[in-house]
């Protein structure tokens, strides 16, 4: 029984490892700068 609580934690912390590298590559790769967006609801300026 013990054995099964070290798999799912394990599995736990592996998944929880991807999902990091997952979000900083993302974060990472974004564009630097500027951001400007025109739609229906107007003009729009985020800086990145």
Known sequence: MKQNHLYLIIGALVVAVIGLGIYVM???????????????TGVSVEQN
């Open 26 to 40: 993302r974060e990472e790769t974004k564009p630097s700068g500027v951001e400007l967006r025109i739609d229906e």
